[in-house]
């Protein structure tokens, strides 16, 4: 069983359209990040939410924790090629450091 | 971008053989990671290591052995490869282990067992 689910798997869009990814779990976690891979690289970190209720923005990218710590959602506004890659979330469970990430987001957008 | 190779970054072997993958870090960060990357499953961790000989189990463990001599370096064993560990494996880095530290990732190693 996967601690983390996010969905949808894959999500192919045209630019200039708007989208939300969504990372789910029945546990809580103390924090979660977000990071995304371009293929053939390693992930890279693109934000940490670490209060219940929190949103960060990076530019285009909005991020939001859920209320109970339990889930988290990514919202690009505007899509661009740019930010084709596979998007992943991982969570640290409270009292556990070790990081678990989520089965992934691919995302595509076309130009 | 974190000074963090990985070696090789593609192998091809056969089952039954001893296969090590190298991490090398030039960050001198405390905490090293080993994962494996399959499709459907995201990202698991193996092994982590936060000093020089001091090294804990991951959720994915049996199979892999490692070993961190330096702080700059974390080895990844599999002491007789079986097609269940071919895989992406990623090494990542971090300065601790304190809640929602970020964690840097290498290129990866795209290991094949036939």
């Known amino acids: 069983t996967q601690l983390l689910e996010q969905s949808p798997q894959f999500l192919s869009i045209q630019e200039g359209e708007n989208l939300t990814v969504y990372c789910n779990s029945s546990?809580?976690?103390?924090?979660l990040q977000w990071y995304r891979q371009e293929p053939g690289e390693g992930p890279v970190l693109l934000v940490t939410v670490v209060t219940g209720g929190e949103v960060k923005k990076l530019k285009r990218l909005t991020f939001q924790f859920g209320d109970a710590r339990k889930d988290s959602s990514l919202h690009i506004t505007a899509a661009q090629p740019g930010d084709t890659g596979l998007y992943l979330c991982?969570?640290?469970?409270?009292?556990?450091?070790?990081?678990?990430f989520g089965t992934g987001t691919r995302l595509t957008i076309i130009p | 971008d974190a000074g963090i190779t990985q070696s090789p970054r593609h192998k091809v072997t056969e089952t039954g053989t001893p296969v090590t993958l190298r991490c090398h870090q030039t960050e001198n960060h405390r905490y090293m990671y080993w994962y494996r990357q399959d499709p459907g499953h995201g990202l698991r961790l193996i092994h982590y290591s936060y000093g020089v000989k001091d090294t804990d189990k991951g959720e994915v463990s049996d199979g892999y052995s490692v070993s961190r001599s330096k702080t700059e370096d974390f080895l990844l064993t599999l002491e007789s490869a079986t097609s269940s560990q071919t895989s992406v494996y990623f090494c990542?880095?971090?300065?601790?282990?304190?809640?929602?530290?970020?964690?840097?990732f290498g290129p990866g190693t795209r290991l094949t067992v036939l």
């Open positions: 546990s809580v976690f103390s924090s």
């Open positions: 991982a969570g640290e469970k409270i009292g556990n450091e070790k990081l678990t």
């Open positions: 990542a880095i971090s300065v601790d282990r304190a809640r929602a530290d970020t964690q840097y």
